[in-house]
C-alpha cells in the first residue's frame, strides 16, 4: 500500500489536466470570487456589434510622417483605436498596398486589447482588414476571466484563433503560476471554446510531470469528447479504488460515458452510461460490469453462502426513460436491477441508495385529459433481502382509471378505479386478482376565512384469489366481495390577529374537524398484496385511510381534531408555526387482520396524537420537529428534530434527532414480512462544514446510536480550493453489515483523495458533495419540501 499510494495520487494530479465537464455551464476561467480576478483586464467600453473592418481607424500620436500615397509613419504614444480593438506603442507604420490592404507595424511596447484577448509584446502585425494579429515575445491575458501565458510568437487570427509557438497557458490568477501548460504550439479556438496543445508539457510550479504528444482541453460549455476528472480512494475493505471517466460526445442528442474503475482488492469494473434525446424520450440507460470479484469470492467462501451468487459476475442495469408521446399520452420507464444482494453496499452507484432495501422495476404508459387519467402499470421489486423476497408481491400488471369533474359549481364529482393483478416468487403464495371502484362526491363551501366540505362515496372491492392448497392460506377465500360506503365532513377555519407584544408581527390560529364513518368489514380472507400502515404526523392524522394500497381499509368512526397556530412577520413570511391533533375513535379502528398488532386491543377515545413545529429563528437558523403517540401501543412511535445554522453555502452546522419504535416498525410492515430492527432506533447527529481560513474547509458529521452505543457513521475531509488549483482529502467510517457469530457491527472505513485544476472543470460546490460522503446524505433543513 505504501509503495502503491504515491503511484497512484501522482497519477490522479496528472491526468486532471485533462478534466471537463460534459455539462460545464461557465467558459474556462469564470468565476465567482471577485478576488481571484485582481489584476484581470477588463472591457469598459460599450461593445460595437457592426463590423470593425468597415470603420475609421482613430489614431494619436507625438509626431506624425507621411509618405504618399501608401505609407503613414507615427511616433511616440501611439495609440489607434478601431471598433472594439484598441493597439498602444512607441511606433506604427501603416502600409497600404495596392490592393488596398491597410498593414500596421508596430514597434516597442506593444498593447493589443479588444473585448476578448489583452496581447503584449516587443514587436507586432496587424491587418485592419481581417484583424490578423502576429506579436513577438508576446504576453497574453483572456479578458474578464482567467486565462493567461506567453509566447516566442502569438498569433490572434479572424477574431477567433489564439495561436501560440511555444507558448504557455495556465488559469490560474496574476502572479500565481502553481500549474501551467506549455507546448511547442498551442490554439485556442474561441468559437468552439477548446484549447490544443502540442508537444505538451505540464508542470507543477516549475517542476515537469507530465509529457504528452497531443493535449485536447475544452474552455467553456460545449460538450466535447475525452478523459474527464478522474476519482481515487483508498478503504478498508476495497483497498485502492481508482475510475478514470471517458467522455464520448456521440451527437447533439446523443453521448455516452465510460468509467473504467479498478478496485485493488476486487478486480477492474468497466461503468457505463448513455443519455439520448429522441422519438422515443429522454432517458438514460447505464449498464456496469465487473467480471471476476475477488473479495466476494472470499466473503462467499467464508461465511453463509444465503444471498450469494454462484457467480463472480457482477453488474447493474438501469434504464430510465420519460416520453410524452403527445398532449395526451406519455410513457415511463425507471428500473434498476443488480446481479446480487450485496452488490449496491460492495460497490455502490448512483442509481441506488445504499440504504435503500430494495430496487424497483417500474414501466408506466399513460393518458390524460382534462377528465381522464389512465395509466397501466408493470411493477417489479428486487429486494435485497433473501428471507422476504419470496413474501413480497408484484403488479403485473396495474391499471388505474381516474375520472374527474369539477363543473358543477361547488361540486366535486370523481371515480377512482383500479384493477391489479398480484403474483409473487413464493410458491405457497396465494395469487390474484383484484377489482376495485370508488366513486366520490363532494361539496365544498368556501370563504376567505373558512373552508367545509362534505363527502360521500363508497367502494367496492372484488377479489379472485388463486390459493395454493397449504395451511398458511387456510384463511383466505377463493372470491371475495367488500363493499364499504364512505361518509365525511371536514371544516377549517383561520382566524388572524396583530400581535400587540411583537411589532409588525401576526398570528393565525387555525383550529380543523374532521368526521369520517367507514363501517367495519371483516378482511382476513383477503391476502395483503400491497398494504401498510402510514405513518400518522400531523397532516396524516387527517387522512380517510390509515394504511397504503386497498387490502386493508380499516373502519372509523372517528373525529380527527386539530389547531395549527403561525406567526408572520411584516413581510409576510412565515417564521413559526406549532401543529397539535389527535384521532378520536368512537369505535374500534379494525380490519379483521389478526396479524395486526395494533388491532390486539380495543383501544377507543383519543388513540392517536401527532405535533409538528417549525421555527424560523433567523435567516441563518431553522429549527424543525416532529413527534408521534399511538395509545395501542402506549409509546412514542415516532419523533424527530433537527437544528440547522448556515450562514453561507460552506459555513453550516446541523443537529438532528430521530427516533422510531420498534413495535411499530414491526406494526407498519406487511403481516408476513419481519422486519430486522432488533431494538428501537435512537441516533442523534452533527453535521458540518465550516471555513478554517480563507481557502481552506473542514467538513464532518456524527451520527451515534444511543441504544447500541456505537458511532453508526462517522466522517471528516479536509478542502483547500484557491482561485488555482484544489484537493479534497476524506475520511469515513460507516456500518456496513451485522455478524451474527460475534454479535458486532461490521464497519468498513474509507479515504479519499481527490485534485482539481481552477478554470479546466466546472464550478461546482465542492463541499456540498463531500457532506455527501456518508450512509445519510446532508439535506438542508431550510428546504420548503423539507420531511416530503
Same mark, same amino acid.
Given at each position: 500500500?505504501?509503495?502503491?499510494t504515491?503511484?497512484?495520487? #501522482?497519477?490522479?494530479?496528472?491526468?486532471?489536466?485533462?478534466?471537463?465537464?460534459?455539462?460545464?455551464?461557465?467558459?474556462?476561467?469564470?468565476?465567482?470570487?471577485?478576488?481571484?480576478?485582481?489584476?484581470?483586464?477588463?472591457?469598459?467600453?460599450?461593445?460595437?456589434?457592426? *463590423?470593425?473592418?468597415?470603420?475609421?481607424? $482613430?489614431?494619436?500620436?507625438?509626431?506624425?510622417?507621411?509618405?504618399?500615397?501608401?505609407?503613414?509613419?507615427?511616433?511616440?504614444?501611439?495609440?489607434?483605436v478601431?471598433?472594439?480593438?484598441?493597439?498602444?506603442?512607441?511606433?506604427?507604420?501603416?502600409?497600404?498596398?495596392?490592393?488596398?490592404?491597410?498593414?500596421?507595424?508596430?514597434?516597442?511596447?506593444v498593447?493589443?486589447q479588444?473585448?476578448?484577448?489583452?496581447?503584449?509584446? *516587443?514587436?507586432?502585425?496587424?491587418n485592419?482588414?481581417?484583424?490578423?494579429?502576429?506579436?513577438?515575445?508576446?504576453?497574453?491575458?483572456?479578458?474578464?476571466?482567467?486565462?493567461?501565458?506567453?509566447?516566442?510568437?502569438?498569433?490572434?487570427?479572424?477574431?477567433?484563433?489564439?495561436?501560440?509557438?511555444?507558448?504557455?497557458?495556465?488559469?490560474?490568477?496574476?502572479?500565481?503560476?502553481?500549474?501551467?501548460?506549455?507546448?511547442?504550439?498551442?490554439?485556442?479556438?474561441?468559437?468552439?471554446?477548446?484549447?490544443?496543445?502540442?508537444n505538451?508539457?505540464?508542470?507543477?510550479?516549475?517542476v515537469?510531470?507530465?509529457?504528452?504528444?497531443?493535449?485536447?482541453?475544452?474552455?467553456?460549455?460545449?460538450?466535447?469528447?475525452?478523459?474527464l476528472?478522474?476519482?481515487?480512494?483508498?478503504?478498508s475493505?476495497?483497498?485502492?479504488?481508482?475510475?478514470?471517466?471517458?467522455?464520448?460526445?456521440?451527437?447533439?442528442?446523443?453521448?455516452?460515458?465510460?468509467t473504467?474503475?479498478?478496485?485493488?482488492?476486487?478486480?477492474?469494473?468497466?461503468?457505463? $452510461?448513455?443519455?439520448?434525446?429522441?422519438?422515443?424520450?429522454?432517458?438514460?440507460?447505464?449498464?456496469?460490469?465487473?467480471?471476476?470479484?475477488?473479495?466476494?469470492?472470499?466473503?462467499?467462501?467464508?461465511?453463509?453462502?444465503?444471498?450469494?451468487?454462484?457467480?463472480?459476475?457482477? +453488474?447493474?442495469?438501469h434504464?430510465?426513460?420519460? @416520453?410524452?408521446?403527445?398532449?395526451?399520452?406519455?410513457?415511463?420507464?425507471?428500473?434498476?436491477?443488480?446481479?446480487?444482494?450485496?452488490?449496491?453496499?460492495?460497490?455502490?452507484?448512483?442509481?441506488?441508495?445504499?440504504?435503500?432495501?430494495?430496487?424497483?422495476?417500474?414501466?408506466?404508459?399513460?393518458?390524460?385529459?382534462?377528465? +381522464?387519467?389512465?395509466?397501466?402499470?408493470?411493477?417489479?421489486?428486487?429486494?435485497?433481502?433473501?428471507?422476504?423476497? *419470496?413474501?413480497?408481491?408484484?403488479? $403485473?400488471? @396495474?391499471?388505474?382509471?381516474?375520472?374527474?369533474?369539477?363543473?358543477?359549481?361547488?361540486?366535486?364529482?370523481?371515480?377512482?378505479?383500479?384493477?391489479?393483478?398480484?403474483?409473487?416468487?413464493?410458491?405457497?403464495?396465494?395469487?390474484?386478482?383484484?377489482?376495485?371502484?370508488? %366513486?366520490?362526491?363532494?361539496?365544498?363551501?368556501?370563504?376567505?376565512?373558512?373552508?367545509?366540505t362534505?363527502?360521500?362515496?363508497f367502494?367496492?372491492?372484488?377479489?379472485?384469489?388463486?390459493?395454493?392448497?397449504?395451511?398458511?392460506?387456510?384463511?383466505?377465500?377463493?372470491?371475495?366481495?367488500?363493499?364499504?360506503? &364512505?361518509?365525511?365532513i371536514?371544516?377549517?377555519?383561520?382566524?388572524?390577529?396583530?400581535?400587540? +407584544?411583537?411589532?409588525?408581527?401576526?398570528?393565525?390560529?387555525? %383550529?380543523?374537524i374532521?368526521?369520517?364513518?367507514?363501517?367495519?368489514?371483516?378482511? !382476513?380472507?383477503?391476502?395483503?398484496?400491497?398494504?401498510?400502515?402510514l405513518?400518522?404526523?400531523?397532516?396524516?392524522?387527517?387522512r380517510?385511510?390509515?394504511? !397504503?394500497?386497498?387490502?386493508?381499509?380499516?373502519?372509523?368512526?372517528?373525529?380527527?381534531?386539530?389547531?395549527?397556530?403561525?406567526?408572520?412577520?411584516?413581510?409576510?413570511?412565515?417564521?413559526?408555526?406549532?401543529?397539535?391533533?389527535?384521532?378520536?375513535?368512537?369505535?374500534?379502528?379494525?380490519?379483521?387482520?389478526?396479524n395486526?398488532?395494533?388491532?390486539?386491543? *380495543?383501544?377507543?377515545?383519543?388513540?392517536?396524537?401527532?405535533?409538528?413545529?417549525? +421555527?424560523?429563528?433567523?435567516?441563518?437558523?431553522?429549527?424543525?420537529?416532529g413527534?408521534?403517540?399511538?395509545?395501542?401501543?402506549?409509546?412514542?412511535?415516532?419523533?424527530? #428534530?433537527?437544528?440547522?445554522?448556515?450562514?453561507?453555502?460552506? &459555513?453550516?452546522?446541523?443537529?438532528?434527532?430521530?427516533?422510531?419504535?420498534?413495535?411499530?416498525?414491526?406494526?407498519?410492515?406487511l403481516?408476513?414480512?419481519?422486519?430486522?430492527? @432488533?431494538?428501537?432506533?435512537?441516533?442523534?447527529?452533527?453535521?458540518?462544514?465550516?471555513?478554517?481560513?480563507?481557502?481552506?474547509?473542514?467538513?464532518?458529521?456524527?451520527?451515534?446510536?444511543?441504544?447500541?452505543?456505537?458511532?453508526?457513521?462517522?466522517f471528516?475531509?479536509?478542502?483547500?480550493?484557491?482561485?488555482?488549483?484544489?484537493?479534497?482529502?476524506?475520511?469515513?467510517?460507516?456500518?456496513?453489515?451485522?455478524?451474527?457469530?460475534?454479535?458486532?457491527?461490521k464497519?468498513?472505513?474509507?479515504?479519499?483523495?481527490?485534485?482539481?485544476?481552477?478554470?479546466?472543470?466546472?464550478?461546482?460546490?465542492?463541499?456540498?458533495?463531500?457532506?455527501?460522503?456518508g450512509?445519510?446524505?446532508? &439535506?438542508?433543513?431550510?428546504?420548503?419540501?423539507?420531511?416530503?
Amino acid at each position: 500500500m505504501k509503495k502503491l499510494t504515491p503511484s497512484f495520487i #501522482a497519477a490522479t494530479v496528472c491526468l486532471s489536466i485533462y478534466g471537463q465537464s460534459a455539462f460545464a455551464s461557465t467558459e474556462i476561467g469564470t468565476t465567482s470570487n471577485k478576488q481571484c480576478l485582481i489584476g484581470v483586464p477588463t472591457f469598459n467600453r460599450p461593445l460595437v456589434k457592426e *463590423d470593425e473592418n468597415a470603420l475609421p481607424v $482613430e489614431v494619436s500620436s507625438d509626431s506624425f510622417e507621411v509618405d504618399l500615397p501608401n505609407k503613414a509613419i507615427y511616433k511616440g504614444n501611439v495609440s489607434a483605436v478601431q471598433g472594439n480593438r484598441t493597439v498602444y506603442s512607441q511606433k506604427m507604420t501603416l502600409n497600404q498596398t495596392a490592393n488596398k490592404n491597410r498593414d500596421l507595424i508596430l514597434n516597442g511596447n506593444v498593447l493589443y486589447q479588444d473585448n476578448l484577448i489583452e496581447m503584449r509584446g *516587443d514587436d507586432a502585425k496587424m491587418n485592419l482588414d481581417n484583424n490578423d494579429v502576429q506579436i513577438q515575445n508576446s504576453r497574453y491575458h483572456l479578458v474578464g476571466r482567467l486565462g493567461r501565458g506567453d509566447a516566442d510568437t502569438m498569433e490572434f487570427n479572424k477574431n477567433r484563433y489564439i495561436v501560440l509557438n511555444n507558448g504557455s497557458f495556465t488559469s490560474c490568477p496574476v502572479n500565481n503560476s502553481s500549474w501551467n501548460i506549455e507546448g511547442s504550439e498551442i490554439i485556442y479556438d474561441n468559437q468552439e471554446q477548446l484549447l490544443e496543445v502540442w508537444n505538451a508539457v505540464f508542470k507543477i510550479g516549475k517542476v515537469p510531470v507530465l509529457y504528452s504528444p497531443y493535449l485536447q482541453l475544452p474552455t467553456g460549455d460545449k460538450r466535447r469528447s475525452g478523459l474527464l476528472m478522474p476519482e481515487f480512494s483508498y478503504d478498508s475493505i476495497d483497498g485502492i479504488d481508482f475510475s478514470l471517466p471517458i467522455y464520448w460526445n456521440i451527437a447533439p442528442n446523443y453521448d455516452a460515458t465510460i468509467t473504467p474503475r479498478v478496485m485493488q482488492r476486487r478486480g477492474v469494473q468497466l461503468q457505463t $452510461e448513455t443519455r439520448y434525446l429522441n422519438e422515443i424520450g429522454l432517458g438514460t440507460i447505464a449498464f456496469d460490469w465487473l467480471q471476476h470479484d475477488s473479495l466476494y469470492n472470499k466473503d462467499k467462501n467464508n461465511q453463509n453462502t444465503s444471498g450469494y451468487n454462484d457467480s463472480s459476475h457482477r +453488474w447493474l442495469f438501469h434504464w430510465e426513460n420519460s @416520453q410524452l408521446i403527445n398532449y395526451n399520452w406519455r410513457f415511463f420507464v425507471n428500473t434498476t436491477r443488480v446481479s446480487d444482494n450485496q452488490y449496491i453496499s460492495d460497490l455502490g452507484s448512483k442509481f441506488a441508495s445504499e440504504t435503500d432495501g430494495y430496487l424497483t422495476q417500474l414501466y408506466q404508459a399513460g393518458y390524460s385529459d382534462e377528465y +381522464w387519467d389512465i395509466g397501466l402499470n408493470y411493477k417489479y421489486f428486487q429486494v435485497l433481502r433473501d428471507d422476504i423476497k *419470496d413474501n413480497l408481491y408484484h403488479t $403485473e400488471p @396495474q391499471l388505474n382509471i381516474n375520472y374527474y369533474n369539477n363543473d358543477f359549481e361547488n361540486f366535486e364529482f370523481n371515480n377512482f378505479s383500479q384493477v391489479s393483478h398480484f403474483v409473487s416468487s413464493g410458491d405457497n403464495n396465494a395469487k390474484t386478482w383484484r377489482f376495485h371502484i370508488a %366513486p366520490t362526491l363532494k361539496y365544498t363551501l368556501m370563504s376567505s376565512w373558512a373552508t367545509v366540505t362534505t363527502e360521500a362515496g363508497f367502494m367496492a372491492t372484488h377479489y379472485e384469489q388463486d390459493i395454493p392448497d397449504v395451511p398458511q392460506n387456510a384463511y383466505l377465500a377463493k372470491n371475495v366481495n367488500r363493499f364499504l360506503p &364512505k361518509l365525511g365532513i371536514d371544516g377549517k377555519v383561520i382566524f388572524e390577529r396583530d400581535i400587540s +407584544w411583537l411589532e409588525g408581527y401576526s398570528q393565525t390560529v387555525e %383550529p380543523r374537524i374532521k368526521y369520517l364513518y367507514i363501517p367495519y368489514r371483516n378482511q !382476513s380472507q383477503i391476502g395483503n398484496y400491497d398494504s401498510a400502515l402510514l405513518q400518522s404526523d400531523y397532516v396524516g392524522l387527517f387522512r380517510d385511510q390509515s394504511y !397504503s394500497g386497498l387490502d386493508r381499509i380499516a373502519s372509523a368512526n372517528k373525529i380527527t381534531t386539530g389547531i395549527t397556530t403561525r406567526f408572520y412577520d411584516e413581510n409576510e413570511v412565515e417564521q413559526f408555526n406549532l401543529s397539535l391533533g389527535q384521532i378520536y375513535y368512537f369505535n374500534q379502528s379494525r380490519t379483521g387482520d389478526s396479524n395486526s398488532s395494533l388491532e390486539q386491543n *380495543d383501544n377507543t377515545g383519543s388513540v392517536t396524537w401527532a405535533a409538528d413545529t417549525y +421555527w424560523k429563528v433567523s435567516d441563518d437558523m431553522i429549527f424543525r420537529a416532529g413527534a408521534q403517540y399511538d395509545k395501542r401501543l402506549n409509546e412514542v412511535t415516532l419523533a424527530n #428534530a433537527i437544528f440547522e445554522y448556515r450562514r453561507s453555502e460552506n &459555513k453550516m452546522v446541523q443537529f438532528s434527532y430521530r427516533y422510531a419504535n420498534k413495535n411499530y416498525i414491526d406494526s407498519i410492515g406487511l403481516s408476513n414480512v419481519t422486519t430486522p430492527y @432488533q431494538q428501537d432506533i435512537s441516533q442523534l447527529g452533527i453535521m458540518s462544514s465550516w471555513p478554517l481560513a480563507e481557502n481552506v474547509n473542514v467538513v464532518g458529521a456524527v451520527f451515534y446510536d444511543t441504544n447500541n452505543k456505537q458511532t453508526s457513521d462517522s466522517f471528516i475531509g479536509l478542502n483547500y480550493s484557491d482561485c488555482c488549483w484544489g484537493v479534497n482529502l476524506q475520511y469515513g467510517r460507516k456500518i456496513t453489515d451485522w455478524d451474527n457469530v460475534t454479535q458486532e457491527s461490521k464497519f468498513e472505513n474509507k479515504f479519499s483523495i481527490n485534485f482539481e485544476l481552477r478554470g479546466l472543470t466546472k464550478n461546482t460546490n465542492v463541499v456540498a458533495k463531500m457532506l455527501n460522503f456518508g450512509l445519510l446524505p446532508y &439535506k438542508t433543513a431550510f428546504a420548503e419540501n423539507y420531511g416530503n
